[in-house]
């Protein structure tokens, strides 16, 4: 990992170390920043890794604002599970967990050529 980590506390001038990583202390700024909704979803996890020493806190939370409004982004395939739930959810709306679970366990147990028509 390149450079020093950010300690606290942090201010919307505190600049961003190369390397910085999506660590607990940046996770409570932005906590207090937005509210508890908070995560640190791929957008951001981007953002931190491609951070060259020249960000400051305050560039990562308009930049956090800027990509809240971009509506559903796609799921990575590794997370087949969030892929399936979301879609489930998408054609049963009012559809019960119990019922979501039951549908996973049998698209899981398809050959893989045929989870993608399931």
């Not at 809240?68 to 599970?81: A, L, M, T, V």
């Not at 892929?83 to 967990?97: E, I, K, M, V």
């Amino acid at each position: 990992m390149k450079g020093t980590q950010l300690i606290g506390p942090l201010t919307f001038t505190t600049v961003i170390p190369s390397g910085q990583r999506c660590s607990q202390v940046v996770r409570a700024w932005f906590i207090e920043q937005v509210g508890a909704t908070f995560r640190f979803d791929a957008e951001m996890r981007a953002f931190f890794s491609e951070t060259d020493g020249t960000q400051t806190m305050n560039d990562a939370l308009d930049y956090y604002r800027a990509t809240r409004d971009r509506g559903s982004k796609p799921i990575d395939p590794q997370f087949e599970y969030n892929r399936f739930t979301r879609s489930w959810y998408q054609a049963n709306p009012t559809g019960l967990r119990e019922d979501l679970l039951h549908d996973w366990q049998e698209y899981r147990s398809l050959p893989l050529d045929q989870r993608g028509r399931a």
